[in-house]
């Protein structure tokens, strides 16, 4: 399942952000701002109509990314 498709206040934990080219400079942002393996995350708000962005949160710290951005990054979602 990929962050993008989590509904809002769902938490859920990283797996991996996938790459699009051997050298994505956007994947390798996600993961130097907290998006890696074990680490939980949490959909705050999701913008009106389905369209951009998402407020995800990640340990204390909070960024509004966009659907293509939160599609990058595979997780796995937390039992309720």
Known sequence: MYLSDLPKGAAATVEHVE????????AQRLRDLGFVHGE???IVTHAPWGGDPLLVQIGS????????????IVVSKEAA
Do not use: K
């Not at 790459?19 to 956007?26: G, P």
């Not at 710290?61 to 990058?72: G, P, Q």
């Open 19 to 26: 790459d699009a080219t051997a050298s994505d400079a956007i």
């Open 40 to 42: 939980p995350v949490r």
């Open 61 to 72: 710290t909070r960024f509004a990314l966009r659907r293509r951005e939160a599609r990058r």
